[in-house]
């Protein structure tokens, strides 16, 4: 599967994106998927996942301000971020897996396919 990101961008405290993940050469509800960021000097962390059978999991610092959905017709995944905060400020990338365990899918470590990134910044 290939990953490909869009929607990043530049925001003030408070504001709104929606990153958009494409798949392409297998259809995205076949694996585990991800969302996952990396700020500058700082470890990859996960952000948001979902499972084959459509359960959601998201990272304790975005949980009530980020909700990932899912459009099956376009093979595509979205993460919409509200409410951001300086602290989002990140490269955003999205992930997949064929399989990973319940616990493990906010570990990047879990998963094999990974998009090239889209970069938010959230200014103060």
């Known amino acids: 599967v290939q990953l490909l990101e869009s929607g990043g961008g530049s925001v003030q405290t408070g504001g709104s994106l929606r990153l958009s993940c494409a798949a392409s050469?297998?259809?995205?509800?076949?694996?585990?998927m991800g969302w996952f960021r990396q700020a500058p000097g700082k470890e990859r962390e996960g952000v948001a996942s979902?499972?084959?059978?459509?359960?959601?999991m998201y990272a304790d610092s975005v949980k009530g301000r980020f909700t990932l959905t899912t459009d099956s017709a376009a093979n595509t995944l979205y993460l919409l971020m509200n409410s951001l905060k300086p602290e989002d400020t990140a490269l955003y990338y999205c992930?997949?897996?064929?399989?990973?365990?319940?616990?493990?899918?906010?570990?990047?470590?879990?998963?094999?396919?990974w998009g090239q990134g889209t970069q938010v910044t959230v200014s103060s």
């Open positions: 992930a997949a897996a064929a399989w990973t365990s319940s616990d493990s899918t906010l570990r990047p470590e879990s998963y094999k396919y």
């Open positions: 050469g297998s259809t995205y509800s076949r694996y585990y």
């Open positions: 979902i499972s084959p059978s459509g359960l959601p």
